[in-house]
């Protein structure tokens, strides 16, 4: 006993060593002069050849092993390195993968509960990223993540008690991030009245069904209640409340698809604006496209300015007239002046006629027209 | 040498060109992947094992042997860096992978030259005003004569010295091209652009200077002098390497120059003739290729910047092809032929033109 904890009392110090001994390397590597003599890409390479989870500062975590929750859903459980600075139950990472060379970056809820070593991120094969984790992504991989963001989040325990009540309400994948705040206050021993309602297409379809219910026997004063909407259609704001009689006297936590929470935010605003509603969305609204020359709106998040885009013109005269000075260059798209990040909305690749919807694509302002409302980092 | 006589072609040629030039570019890009990704890193991690192991070899070897092949491997290290890696990244052929090592504004090279100053004179300037006699500085980075069209000039006599000079210290030639100095002498640039534009320049110099004679050398202790001189001649062999590379790049015998006033509302179809008829080649083996940086295919460049370097022998022989379709002509030759001939005219240009240069 004593050996096995002294041991794991060394690794956590060699752990704590490391993360000062790279902060310092980071800071000294960004010295100019040290810069030019050694490159911070090269250290983190040599690193990295020496062992897969060893970085300067990036989060690396190795996939411990692989679940599968349903036909289409599998949770990753991931070791992640000593970067990590934790989460509290809620937050997402970003899970950063490369395909055919290109890298890619999405936002998955840790279905974890904070305190846990190991972390779970459960998946939907739906998308480009969600299909390489299922199909690539075996135990033993080691992925690149970032730090946990995201407010929703249970309150601060030093701030404010915990409500007495509490809904948790889900649909679909939305359930992973409100799973986490499940097992969080399982795990924290919550004496208060928790509400689970989740929607589904159907019981095969419904991601943790085993543990929710062993998390019933467990917590007594757990209601679980699922819906599914093959059998009864989509979750009404009117049917939750035959399910939830006291709503307005519970804190709720909700996730799931856009336009159902749309639904449920207006519900809350008109009928329940008292009652304290927490929510998740996942990734930004997808954006109307218009046809070419239509107006557009093109919001600038570096400089703050926003303009519209009419007629086909591309986006650097359009920036140009409105009265920025984007960076540029052969004004062809040959010599890569004017690329800039598009964080969201599609452009027309007026070379090539190819059109691109993908969020934070960078892209270049001399050859691409707006063909939705579009957010660069201008 | 004069304007040369193009082929004549008709505007449906020229737009038929560029259709099957776009063809030929899409038919790369679209397969451009892993492989791409995986080849660049791999030519990245060589350069680094060769740069380690010359460094090691002159800092901690004894005796002649250690020495020379030190400075070999430094010098491949070097050549790898500017041409294969450096040129090829920044020009913007890696920056759809995302990775941020390999985006073309960030990137660093091992060479006394600004990295934002480069992209500048030879992604925008070189890149769009390719060959166009006054516009594109490159021809003959404004020191010297070669076509009977630019007027010759007393200081021309001694070119021959001037390209010596400018082959040994080609690094500094190439870092102080965006300076723009006779622009500057002429008031056409203003003193705060100039003087801005010299700082970052000399700063870049010094880290250099700072990183291959004094910190390397000094870091080696009894070795100091076999180092230092060990890293002059590793950036000696890069400079001539990188000079007798990128002049047979348009100095050649041939290639078609052109007048502004010629260039002016260019379709695309014609600014891929442009490309084309005002580049040449180098023929050579696969390891040739890499070494020159894929700038051995400068036609294959020219046409198509931004495509992965390593791609362009693939491409080649379609371009060649096409220029038998259309009767234009694909300069290429051996390494020695194609340098002979822009010695040639290097010497030929020194001295004034006899006849009246004729026009196309």
Redesign the interface.
């Known amino acids: 006993m004593n050996t096995a904890s002294s041991i794991s009392g060394e690794w956590h110090n060699a752990q704590r060593a490391w993360l000062r001994i790279s902060r310092r390397l980071v800071h000294w590597l960004e010295q100019p002069l040290v810069s030019a003599m050694m490159r911070r890409s090269a250290v983190d390479d040599v690193l990295s050849a020496l062992h897969p989870l060893l970085s300067l500062s990036e989060v690396r975590a190795r996939v411990v092993s692989v679940k599968v929750e349903t036909f289409d859903t599998k949770t990753l459980m991931l070791q992640p390195n000593s970067h990590w600075q934790g989460a509290r139950s809620g937050q997402f990472v970003r899970v950063q993968v490369e395909i055919q060379g290109k890298r890619h970056e999405r936002a998955y809820s840790l279905s974890s509960a904070e305190g846990t070593g190991t972390l779970a991120i459960t998946v939907k094969r739906q998308g480009l990223v969600s299909q390489y984790l299922h199909d690539n992504v075996k135990p033993g991989a080691v992925l690149t993540i970032s730090q946990a963001s995201g407010t929703f989040t249970l309150p601060n325990e030093d701030q404010q008690p915990l409500p007495e009540r509490i809904l948790l309400l889900s649909a679909g994948s939305g359930i992973t991030p409100v799973m986490a705040i499940l097992r969080s206050l399982h795990a924290q021993h919550y004496m208060g009245d928790v509400v689970f309602v989740h929607m589904c297409s159907n019981e095969s379809d419904l991601i943790f069904s085993a543990e929710l219910k062993r998390l019933q026997g467990q917590m007594p004063r757990l209601t679980l209640a699922t819906h599914f909407s093959q059998i009864h259609g989509r979750l009404e704001p009117s049917r939750l409340r035959a399910i939830v009689p006291d709503l307005e006297h519970r804190s709720t936590w909700m996730c799931g698809p856009g336009a159902w929470m749309d639904r449920m935010h207006d519900y809350w605003q008109t009928e329940l604006p008292a009652a304290a509603l927490h929510s998740e969305r996942f990734g930004s609204p997808p954006r109307m496209m218009v046809a070419v020359g239509d107006p557009a709106e093109i919001s600038c998040t570096t400089s703050g300015r926003t303009f519209t885009a009419a007629g086909g013109d591309t986006l650097l005269v359009q920036a140009e007239r409105a009265g920025l000075a984007p960076k540029h260059g052969c004004r062809m798209g040959i010599c890569a002046s004017c690329q800039c990040v598009k964080a969201s909305g599609s452009v027309q690749n007026l070379v090539t006629g190819e059109v691109s919807s993908a969020a934070n694509e960078t892209i270049r302002l001399c050859i691409s027209a707006a063909r939705s409302d579009v957010t660069l980092a201008l | 040498m004069t304007y040369t006589a193009l082929p004549a072609l008709s505007r449906a040629q020229i737009d038929a060109i560029e259709q099957e030039v776009n063809a030929i570019r ?1 038919s790369v890009m679209d397969t ?7 080849h660049i890193r791999k030519m990245i ?1 060589i350069c ?1 094992a060769s740069e380690i192991t010359g460094r090691a070899l002159l800092h901690f070897g004894f005796g002649p042997v250690s020495w020379v092949t030190g400075v070999l491997a430094l010098a491949n290290a070097k050549v790898l860096d500017n041409m294969e890696i450096g040129h090829n990244v920044m ?2 052929q890696y ?5 941020p ?1 390999l985006n ?2 960030t990137f ?1 090279w091992d060479i006394a030259c600004d990295e934002e100053q480069w ?2 004179s030879h ?2 300037n070189h ?2 005003h390719t060959n166009i006699l006054g516009k594109d500085r490159d021809f003959g980075y404004s020191l010297l004569r070669l076509s009977s069209e630019q007027k010759w000039k007393p200081r021309h006599l001694l070119q021959p010295l001037a390209n010596l000079i400018l082959a040994l210290g080609f690094q500094y030639g190439v870092g102080s091209h965006d300076l723009e100095v006779g622009r500057y002498k002429y008031g056409k640039v203003s003193k705060e652009a100039f003087k801005s534009k010299l700082d970052r320049f000399l700063q870049k110099c010094g ?2 200077w ?2 291959d004679y004094l ?2 050398p000094v870091l080696s202790l009894w070795n100091a002098p076999r180092v230092l001189v060990g890293n002059l001649c590793a950036n000696l062999i890069r400079n001539l390497w990188t000079y007798v590379v990128i002049f047979c790049g348009h100095f050649t015998e041939g290639v078609a120059l052109y007048r502004a006033e010629d260039c002016r509302n260019e379709t ?1 179809g014609d ?1 891929y003739i442009r490309q084309l008829t005002g580049s040449s080649n180098l023929s050579g083996s696969r390891l040739f290729h890499i070494m020159t940086g894929h700038l051995s295919h400068q036609i294959e460049h020219h046409l198509f ?2 495509m992965p370097a390593h791609r362009y022998p693939e491409v080649a022989p379609q371009i060649q092809a096409l220029c038998a379709k259309y009767g234009l002509r694909y300069n290429t030759g051996s390494l020695w032929k194609q340098y002979s001939t822009v010695l040639k005219r290097i010497f030929m240009h020194s001295l004034p033109s006899r006849a009246a240069p004729a026009r196309a």
């Open positions: 899409k451009v992947g892993q492989a791409d990704v995986d991690h680094r020009h913007g920056d759809w992978t995302g990775d090592r073309s504004q660093k992209r500048h992604n925008v890149h769009t880290r250099q700072f990183k910190f390397f695309r600014w910047p931004d």
